[in-house]
């Protein structure tokens, strides 16, 4: 993965040297749900004009209901400073072709969690490529929508920055004004890098958790009730909404496929170990759990890698 190490004024992508200083007053946030709401709580919280609106104008109320900013109507300022296109992958290149042709924004970012795909296609629509830096802040909630947004729901978080090619290092160094003012870090990083890196990190480990938690579905309250913090730790992430979990997969499918293969290798062959030794000890079989013991400690030394804890 190429990525540059984040400096409290400037980021250099590519040798590109960033404007420092840079001071972002209005934005648009196109997408009131927890992330969209998320960052216009934050940047309103700096004091930043922000401008809500969301295919659901109820949505968009309720954000400004809780402090997230206007809702965007014909008084707003065009074009605003940025644009923060807050929604789903699929719809990334066309909403950003639709408020480019508008006028809306200087400069345009996203945050879905897939960035090849929605580059590429927007590339394909025509978009400026020049002005718009793709991004995606790695944090978020299992619950969704604005109600559930906080102001500090990135802070000292990465947020990865993946611009095209095409793209000016001004409007690289405008979208790392918004990942600071929020509080997070900018990276800069390769987009379909960037899409295996995730596939890793977040889309795989949510399908994981939701086929542990499809356990209970109907399990007996018998086994509900000894249910204790561990299985509540491993399923907390399947609460996450299917319908917009579903298109993020759809959107990351290549990558995703590839982790959950070798995490489905590796489950066949613990079943197998534990098959056999079920089987082995009622006719007095020797233990053949070398692939339990195998997994269990590569378990244990990647969770110590992940924790910062590693021996």
């Avoid at 997408?31 to 969301?54: F, K, N, Y």
């Avoid at 809780?66 to 109507?73: F, N, P, R, S």
């Avoid at 405008?174 to 899409?195: E, F, K, N, T, W």
Wanted: proline fraction near 6%.
């Amino acid at each position: 993965m190429r990525t540059s190490t984040p400096h409290p004024d400037h980021d250099e992508p590519g040798g590109r040297a960033l404007p420092s200083a840079i001071l972002v007053r209005r934005v648009v946030v196109i997408g009131a749900g927890l992330i969209g709401t998320s960052i216009a709580l934050a940047m309103s919280a700096r004091g930043t004009t922000v401008w809500l609106t969301d295919r659901d104008p109820a949505t968009a109320e309720l954000a400004a209901g809780l402090g997230a900013g206007k809702v965007l109507d014909d008084s707003a300022d065009h074009p605003a400073d940025l644009a923060i296109l807050a929604v789903p992958p699929a719809a990334v290149a066309t909403t950003l072709r639709d408020a480019q042709k508008c006028g809306l924004a200087r400069i345009y970012t996203d945050v879905a969690s897939v960035k090849a795909g929605p580059l590429a296609e927007a590339a394909r629509l025509g978009c400026d490529m020049s002005v718009f830096v793709g991004g995606h802040p790695m944090g978020g909630r299992e619950r969704s929508g604005p109600a559930a947004a906080r102001a500090d729901l990135f802070l000292g978080r990465p947020w990865a920055l993946c611009p095209s090619d095409q793209c000016d290092a001004s409007a690289i160094g405008v979208v790392s004004a918004l990942v600071r003012g929020c509080g997070a870090r900018p990276l800069i990083v390769d987009a379909a890098a960037h899409d295996q890196a995730v596939a890793l990190v977040s889309h795989a480990p949510h399908v994981v958790s939701s086929a542990m938690a499809a356990r209970f579905g109907d399990a007996p309250e018998s086994v509900l009730g000894l249910v204790g913090q561990g299985v509540r730790d491993v399923t907390r992430i399947a609460a996450g909404d299917p319908q917009l979990w579903l298109g993020i997969l759809a959107a990351n499918a290549g990558p995703v496929a590839e982790v959950l293969e070798d995490v489905s290798h590796d489950l066949a062959l613990t079943a197998s170990a534990l098959r056999e030794r079920s089987i082995g000890e009622t006719a007095g079989a020797v233990d053949v759990c070398a692939d339990v013991t195998d997994l269990l400690l590569r378990g244990e030394k990647g969770r110590a890698r992940i924790t910062g804890q590693a021996r």
